[in-house]
């Protein structure tokens, strides 16, 4: 699971979500004491004691936080063929549905757990219909690290799985304080000569590896998905900005990347890569 996937709108949803927890241990409704009278031993039922109301308004958005976040976390995750994100934006919907109806229906005065129930799923459903839609919902939650601080002469910088150090380079491809050139550009090669296999393809690149390509570690700029080698459109993994995978090949215009689990797929989008 790579949480570095996880947009603005997903942050939404989840705050949305604890919110509706926490409302279901709340009054449904209000009492309107008499003066004189001590309306603190009064017990108010919360949502815990309507199985009903319990298991369609506030457990239902609750589960549809979890499938969004899941799914987006996870891409190419489905039950009966459908997306784990849809399956959590009808659950987050149809909570809204509930706690509009069951409001307006209520015999007696809502009380804070009704109030902050609706305000709550109000906000899960606006945000899950619509983070695919608005730039600024759309944008990495936690963002894109920061470059790391320079190194002494001599160190090395000690990184986790797809760090791209001098101890891990492939085929002569540029360490840290090295400049870097965009992916693409053509690689010097020893006697002078340039790699013909690198920003220029020829004829029968499109469709068949590289013949001359050397393993090398790339960023992406922002998510990007990760199709399967077999051609299928359904993405098997999302790289997520921030983190260092490996090319093992080159694809016509495309790369097959490994990520951290080690799962492999085509990345057709190589537009803005950082390579390492």
Not at 209 to 231: C, I, K, N, Q, T
Request: aromatic residues 8%; glycine residues 16%.
């Amino acid at each position: 699971m790579n949480i570095r996937s996880l947009t603005r709108g997903d942050g939404v949803v989840i705050g949305a979500a604890v919110v509706l927890f926490i409302a279901s241990f709340l009054g449904l409704t209000s009492i309107d004491c008499p003066a004189g009278v001590d309306c603190s031993s009064f017990d108010r039922a919360n949502a815990w004691d309507n199985l009903g109301l319990l298991m369609s308004m506030f457990l239902s958005g609750v589960i549809g936080a979890a499938l969004i976040v899941v799914g987006r976390a996870m891409p190419g995750r489905k039950v009966a063929g459908i997306d784990l994100g849809q399956f959590g934006v009808a659950f987050c919907v149809f909570a809204l549905w509930t706690a509009f109806w069951t409001i307006i229906g209520m015999d007696a005065d809502a009380g804070a757990g009704m109030i902050l129930g609706l305000l709550a799923t109000i906000a899960l459903a606006a945000a899950a219909v619509a983070a695919p839609l608005v730039p600024a919902l759309k944008a990495p939650l936690l963002g894109t690290p920061r470059p790391q601080a320079p190194q002494p002469y001599g160190g090395h910088p000690q990184g986790g799985y797809g760090y791209p150090g001098a101890q891990q380079s492939y085929g002569g491809q540029p360490g840290p304080g090295q400049p870097q050139q965009p992916y693409g550009a053509q690689q010097p090669h020893q006697g002078g000569q340039a790699h013909p296999g690198q920003g220029q393809p020829g004829p029968a690149q499109h469709d068949a590896p590289a013949a001359d390509f050397s393993p090398f570690w790339f960023a992406v700029p922002v998510a990007r998905p990760l199709y399967a080698e077999d051609g299928s459109p359904t993405p098997i993994a999302e790289l997520a900005p921030g983190t260092w995978y490996l090319a093992v090949e080159q694809r016509g215009q495309g790369l097959v990347a490994q990520t951290q689990d080690g799962r492999r797929g085509v990345l057709q989008d190589t537009t803005g890569i950082q390579r390492g």
